[in-house]
Nanobody, 126 residues
Framework: VQLQASGGGLAQAGGSLRLSCTTS????????LGWFRQAPGKEREFVAA????????SYTDSVKGRFTISRLNAKNTVYLQMNGLKPEDTAVYFC????????????????????WGQGTQVTVSS
């Protein structure tokens, strides 16, 4: 299973970007999906996750109210809409998929995820 992330780039503080991640996996609709980010010199951190139906979502506190994760199973795609961007959002963003997802499963750490995309750079200028 390959994940391909796109949509990163340069934005000004207060601006918006939308990240997309597509996969070739046939069982995409059963995967739990997540976005993580890693800034230079820092550990990879959880950003957002979504269950297979799209009704269950979770976010790290620093992005709540600004970022929205969603998925379109018909297109094997997960999105991360990022509004109100801040310079501290600057990082490489990675999408990830958990093939063994079930409702209520913890998804806020990298461990459960089986597949990872290559990352897309997001840079926010002040």
């Amino acid at each position: 299973v390959q994940l391909q992330a796109s949509g990163g780039g340069l934005a000004q503080a207060g601006g918006s970007l939308r990240l997309s991640c597509t996969t070739s996996g046939r069982a995409f609709s059963t995967y739990g999906l997540g976005w993580f980010r890693q800034a230079p010199g820092k550990e990879r951190e959880f950003v957002a996750a979504i269950g297979w139906s799209g009704s269950s979502t979770s976010y790290t506190d620093s992005v709540k109210g600004r970022f929205t994760i969603s998925r379109l199973n018909a297109k094997n795609t997960v999105y991360l809409q990022m509004n109100g961007l801040k310079p501290e959002d600057t990082a490489v963003y990675f999408c990830a998929a958990d093939k063994n997802y079930y409702y209520g499963k913890g998804m806020m750490t990298p461990g459960p995820y089986d597949y990872w995309g290559q990352g897309t750079q997001v840079t926010v200028s002040s």
